[in-house]
């Protein structure tokens, strides 16, 4: 089992506030990605980054925000939550090679704002 | 059009079946294939991943690759109601420094006793 952690595993927000997911990995990977699941839905891109202080926009960044200042630590801000954020957060993490690796999940946040 | 197709199902089979998982993808340039089973509430599990054509066997679970058809395959014999959950395919390409992963929308599988 992949050593990704994330907290909170269950979140519920009320519409305004201000939020920020964990994201802690233990392998040294220098890739680190969010990604937002709704039921039936693919996996869509929120953050990603390739390393300490870098980090670049997915296909869906929906007014959130990351940082990468330790190489094991990737959180996810929200700003002001709105319940269109209601959703499942997953963060991934992924060696850095001349080849690809597969990306490896912690078990999410399933967040709901109300 | 999506980069890639996975069928959603639900698919439904008795114990003890062979399942066939299937995805086809667009982009000729994805050099590397995931799949994943992920259970309720639960994030992806990585069960196997390949770069090449051809088949990659681990236990009941065998990947297939077919480049030329753009088509991958996951089967897993001799099933079991453990095995029920959603399994995602997923892709990846290598270029201009970006590592770019794109999942397919999983299929539900239900393995009845």
């Known amino acids: 089992e992949a050593d990704i952690y994330q907290t909170p595993r269950y979140l519920v927000i009320g519409t305004g506030k201000k939020i920020t997911l964990e994201c802690s990995q233990t392998?040294?990977?220098?890739?680190m990605y969010w990604y937002q699941q709704d039921p039936g839905m693919e996996l869509h891109l929120i953050h990603y980054?390739?390393?300490?202080?870098?980090?670049e926009k997915g296909d869906l960044s929906s007014e959130s925000t990351v940082s990468r200042i330790r190489t094991e630590h990737f959180p996810l801000t929200l700003e002001s939550a709105r319940p269109s954020h209601t959703s499942q957060y997953l963060c991934?993490?992924?060696?850095?090679?001349?080849?690809?690796?597969?990306?490896?999940f912690g078990n999410g946040t399933r967040l709901t704002v109300t | 059009q999506k980069e890639v197709e996975q069928d959603p199902g639900p698919l439904s089979v008795p114990e003890g079946a062979i399942v066939s998982l299937n995805c086809t993808y667009s982009?000729?340039?994805?050099?590397?294939f995931m799949w994943y089973r992920q259970y309720s509430r639960k994030g992806p599990e990585l069960l196997m991943y390949?770069?090449?054509?051809g088949n990659k066997e681990d236990g009941r679970f065998t990947a297939q690759v077919d480049k030329s058809s753009k088509y991958i395959s996951l089967f897993i014999r001799d099933s079991q109601p453990s095995d029920s959950a959603t399994y995602l395919c997923a892709m990846s390409v290598v270029g201009s420094g970006t590592y770019k992963y794109i999942f397919g929308t999983g299929t539900r599988l239900k393995v009845l006793a």
């Open positions: 980054s390739y390393g300490v202080n870098s980090t």
């Open positions: 392998m040294g990977h220098d890739k």
């Open positions: 982009n000729s340039a994805f050099q590397y």
């Open positions: 991934a993490s992924a060696m850095s090679n001349s080849y690809n690796s597969p990306l490896h």
């Open positions: 390949t770069y090449s054509s």
